[in-house]
Every structure is written in structure tokens, then in C-alpha cells.
């Protein structure tokens, strides 16, 4: 094999963004639903997306550059991470439209905003889950913002559940590659870890 070395620092512009969002693959993605403090809904996808904690209860997302759903979370410090099924995918990339903030996308894009259990931002009705959060601390890294959001709660379809346990081929996640590829459930490999 010959190898290819890209030192970051002497890359230009967008280029160290397309290259770790073409190596770091597939990413899921956080559907982000907040309310501004006017009642204004926003929904927005961010695909710097994962579990930060099992206890207490952390999920992280990452705003690159401050967007509505960071300023949102940081006026209410309140969010819910919505789960993005191939099924949604044409409304999930709606959301994803640059748009002002008094623009409610779950109107843009044909979605029911469902109330939430434990916070203000409602969940997308047609999701397959969602995660309801409480802000646990926003961390500024570069020209990103690190949103770290302790959940109250998952609300996950039945039909999705094997007994308390999320199937991931009904639920039939969205994965982010690179550029304006997804990917979506598909083929699983099964091999325990070894004692």
C-alpha cells in the first residue's frame, strides 16, 4: 500500500472539514428540536453526533459555528435529539436549508411537533425516538461548540423495542458519510468480545 500524509496545519479553508468528514464514517445523526425564547421551533440536523456518557445519562453534538439550535439550547438550556430514520430522510435534509430564525422548520418540511415529556422542545412526531435533554454544559472548541445535553428521557416507538431494547433494523437509522451521502441500516455483523 502506499499512504498519502495530510499534515492539518498546512491545509487551506474547508479542506481539514472534508477530510475528516470523509474519514470518520458513517456519523449519526442528532435531529436537534428547540425553542427559542419567543416559542419560535427550529429543527436542525448535526451530524457530529454521540454518547459522551451512560452515567449519568451525556449525548454530545456539535455546532459547527453558532447556529439557531446553539443559541437556542444556550437561551433555554433545553433540547431534544431526534432520531432520523431512512424514512425521514427527505424532510431531515429540508431541515438542514439555511433558513432565518423565525423560520419553523418543522413546518418547512411537513412534520408534527409532539410534546415532550420532561421539556419545552417537542419531539418529531414521525421519529422513531427521541432523546429529551437538559443542557450539562456547552464547551467551546475552535470555531465549534460542543453541546453536551443529559437526557431525562428516551421515548422510542413499541415497534421499534425487543422487550427494553431498541431494534436498530426497525428503528433503521440515518448515518452521515461525506459531502451529501448517507448511509442506512444494512448489513450487521455479529462477534462477541472475547473473554
Not at 475528516?20 to 425564547?37: K, M, N, Y
Not at 420532561?118 to 412526531?125: D, E, G, I, M, Q
Amino acid at each position: 500500500m502506499a499512504y498519502r500524509t495530510f499534515t492539518m496545519s498546512e491545509l487551506e479553508g474547508r479542506a481539514p472539514y472534508w477530510l475528516l468528514t470523509g474519514l470518520v464514517i458513517p456519523r449519526p445523526i442528532a435531529w436537534v428540536s428547540t425553542l427559542d425564547e419567543r416559542g419560535i421551533l427550529n429543527l436542525a440536523p448535526h451530524s457530529f453526533f454521540t454518547v459522551a456518557s451512560a452515567d449519568p445519562p451525556v449525548v454530545q453534538f456539535t455546532s459547527v459555528g453558532r447556529k439557531d439550535s446553539l443559541r437556542n439550547v444556550e437561551a433555554t438550556g433545553e433540547f431534544v435529539v431526534n432520531l432520523a430514520s431512512r424514512s425521514l430522510l427527505e424532510q431531515m435534509n429540508t431541515t438542514a436549508a439555511t433558513v432565518g430564525p423565525d423560520v419553523d422548520e418543522f413546518d418547512l418540511a411537513g412534520l408534527t411537533p409532539e410534546p415532550s415529556v420532561y421539556v419545552r422542545p417537542p419531539r418529531v412526531a414521525e421519529a422513531p425516538a427521541a432523546l429529551e435533554c437538559v443542557v450539562h454544559d456547552v464547551i467551546p472548541v475552535g470555531n465549534s461548540f460542543v453541546v453536551m445535553g443529559r437526557v431525562l428521557a428516551a421515548v422510542v416507538d413499541e415497534d421499534a423495542l425487543d422487550g427494553d431494547r431498541p431494534r436498530e433494523d426497525v428503528l433503521d437509522p440515518l448515518g452521515r458519510l461525506s459531502g451529501s451521502r448517507y448511509v442506512t441500516y444494512g448489513e450487521t455483523v455479529t462477534l462477541p468480545r472475547p473473554e
